[in-house]
């Protein structure tokens, strides 16, 4: 097969979709034309076109489609000629094989002790796909989630935003489907997957009742209801391979024994450019996982669970977890991650400027964007996660925080398109100065605990080195100074544009009205965010103007506040995908730093359940 790419056609050229025949979406005769022109032979030697991606490019006044086909031709010499002829150029090129390869296969009788069992901690989409292809090579993994199947899942999450009642354990960011369940369902990533697990998992996500465009779409999304449609269909797949998913059940400790290993063998292999220093020296005893221990949250009882091998696919709003591995000797680095606000347009704004006079045509949807500005503060703005057509949500997982994000059904029709407008901090913007740090220890993790951290972040200082949690403390408290200018409600505080530029408090929205829900109190952001946030995001706002006409619109609405952009930690691994000095601990996902967004968390879970399979497998690693 040869794959083409950069094949362009007219908008007009498109057919409108006829519900139901998956064919008439693509202008097939059109693109065999082409691409018979393209390859210089009739249009009778090509047998058959698949459509691989569908893109449009907006840059010119006409629009165009960019299509990326796979062809077959009748004579298959021929094929293996042409290919020849054009091998160096980039959009000519043999159609690439995008099956999953299982790297391992497990004796039916696996596991042989129940300790070998497979353990996953956390049922996002990192842990649904290291689970699932854990279960696919025959491992039968026992999924443990701290949060609530979907459908209870649900019913907590919309007591937020419609009651103000807050379930700390279930919620946007806990339970079945993790934090990408009540989301814009976005399912692209920039990661570099020479191995297409991606197209994996995009094809596990059909195979589950996902709409098929998602296959072709360069954007693809599928919104919140199917979202969680296609995450009951997966954890049944899992059962039915012989996986097991506890719902309910928190891990609150790792049994940990001490092993001759050293920990610098990991510390070699690891390659960790852009992070600060590991709080744990290379010199310290290595240790091994031997059991994890459960917290049943429906009974309150505790139970011990032996197990050798743990994905941790915990997401990045786990921050109990994440003290509880601090305090057990896992390695953790402080990461940079980003802060700022939802920002809210008309949608129709967006299109406009995004569309010009295609807007409204039935095949481009709601317009997306994706904007970045360097500010001279030395800081970078730039949008996150944009939803269009969809809404903003309160995302807190805590008690007296308010976090924002936002969400979207498959038909994005709703009012207002909405984005993260972010900052990007480094560990060096995290809180430092002590002792004056101290208390916002003590509000982040309590008076004993937050003095003991504040201590070693002092000490940690003083070598020029950022204590891992320190990132949590400034996400917490950010969160509760948004609560607080909120009306300590979990209404969210808000500001338009205009007053936020001309650095005055607002005190009503104008044209734009908030979507966040329970409600969003008109105020002034620099009650909650840092100087160097609100300079930069100033500056932002008309530069950003200049690319998309009406972004600084002065009704245009910003609340907040985003926090929980990425994990403000890492926990390191090394090449064999386990942390560096507790063998057996397989970090994964976004809360360990390996991954941003739905479909890099479960290809990230998907490449760890490979390398765990294959350890317990005793098989060499896959590529
Ligand atoms: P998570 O999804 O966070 O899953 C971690 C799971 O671990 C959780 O279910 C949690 O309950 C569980 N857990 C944590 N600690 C424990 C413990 N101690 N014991 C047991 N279980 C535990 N990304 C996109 O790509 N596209 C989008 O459109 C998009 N929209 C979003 C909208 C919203 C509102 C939010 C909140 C996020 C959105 N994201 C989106 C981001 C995306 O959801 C995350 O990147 C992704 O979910 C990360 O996957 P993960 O599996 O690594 O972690």
């Keep these: 097969m040869i794959r083409l790419s950069e094949l362009k056609l007219d908008l007009s050229a498109l057919p409108l979709p006829v519900e139901g025949d998956a064919d008439s979406v693509h202008p097939l005769s059109a693109l065999r034309s082409l691409a018979a022109q393209t390859l210089g032979v009739p249009e009778a030697q090509i047998a058959n076109v698949h459509v691989h991606k569908r893109s449009f490019d907006a840059r010119s006044v006409q629009l165009r489609v960019v299509f990326v086909i796979d062809l077959q031709l009748t004579d298959t010499e021929l094929e293996a000629e042409l290919l020849q002829r054009h091998a160096g150029r980039s959009h000519i090129q043999p159609s690439p094989d995008m099956r999953w390869h299982a790297p391992a296969s497990a004796p039916a009788d696996w596991p042989l002790a129940s300790e070998q069992r497979p353990v996953v901690l956390g049922f996002g989409p990192c842990g649904l796909f290291a689970a699932l292809a854990l279960a696919q090579m025959g491992l039968k993994p026992l999924v443990l989630e701290r949060g609530r199947p979907v459908r209870q899942r649900t019913a907590d999450t919309w007591g937020l935003w419609r009651k103000q009642q807050l379930q700390p354990e279930s919620n946007v960011q806990f339970g079945e489907g993790g934090a990408g369940l009540f989301s814009d369902g976005k399912l692209y990533s920039q990661i570099k997957d020479p191995r297409w697990l991606g197209r994996k998992v995009l094809q596990e996500f059909v195979a589950a009742g996902a709409p098929p465009d998602i296959l072709y779409q360069a954007h693809p999304h599928i919104g919140t209801f199917r979202l969680v449609k296609v995450v009951q269909a997966l954890r049944e797949q899992i059962i039915a391979l012989g996986g097991e998913i506890r719902f309910e059940q928190r891990v ?4 940990l024994e001490p092993c001759e290993q050293t920990v610098s063998e990991g510390l070699q292999t690891a390659a960790q450019p852009d992070s600060q220093p590991a709080l744990h ?3 310290q005893q290595a240790l091994r996982l031997r059991a994890v221990r459960v917290l049943d949250q429906a009974s309150g009882t505790e139970y011990v669970w032996p197990c050798e091998r743990l994905v941790l696919a915990l997401g990045h709003s786990a921050r109990d977890t994440f003290a509880m591995l601090h305090d057990a000797g896992v390695a953790l680095q402080a990461k940079p991650f980003s802060i700022g606000v939802r920002i809210e ?7 406009r400027a995004r569309w010009g006079r295609h807007t409204g045509h039935p095949l481009l949807g709601a317009a997306d964007y994706k ?9 970078a703005v730039y949008s996150f996660c944009m939803c269009p057509g969809g809404t903003v949500v309160a995302a807190t ?8 994000n936002g969400m979207s059904q498959y038909s994005r ?6 984005a993260g407008l972010v900052v990007a901090i480094e ?6 100065d002590f002792p004056a740090a101290t208390a916002a220890w003590e509000a982040a993790f309590g008076p004993e605990r937050g003095r003991t ?11 020029g080195q950022v204590h891992p949690l320190a990132g949590v403390v400034l996400q917490r408290d950010l969160e509760a100074r948004a609560f607080v200018a909120g009306g300590s409600n979990y209404c969210a505080p808000g500001q338009r544009v205009g007053d936020l530029l001309a650095q005055r408090a607002s005190s009503a929205f104008g044209s734009v009205q908030p979507s966040y829900q329970p409600g969003v109190h008109p105020t002034d952001l620099a009650a909650v965010l840092p100087d160097y946030a609100l300079q930069a995001l100033r500056e932002a706002l008309p530069a950003f103007g200049k690319k998309i006409r009406g972004f600084d619109l002065p009704d245009a609405v910003l609340t907040g506040v985003e926090t929980r952009t990425s994990s403000p930690l890492r926990i390191p691994r090394g090449d064999n995908f386990q942390s560096l000095n507790v063998h057996g601990l397989y970090p994964a996902g976004e809360g360990a730093g390996y991954a941003g967004g739905i479909l890099s968390a479960a290809v990230d879970g998907i490449r760890v359940a490979e390398a765990l399979a294959c350890a317990a497998l005793g098989l060499p690693a896959p590529p």
Aim: net charge negative; hydrophobic share 35%.
């Design 281 to 283: 020296a290379p010199e």
């Design 345 to 351: 347009h008309p949608q129709g704004l967006i299109d």
């Design 397 to 404: 997982s805590e008690a007296g925080r308010v976090v924002t």
């Design 453 to 463: 951290y504040a201590q070693q972040a002092q000490a940690l200082a003083e070598r």
């Design 252 to 255: 609150s400790s790792l049994l």
């Design 371 to 379: 904007l970045v500005h360097h500010a001279a503060n030395g800081r």
């Design 413 to 418: 029709q709703e009012r207002n398109a909405n």
């Design 427 to 432: 560990p060096r913007d995290f809180p430092l």
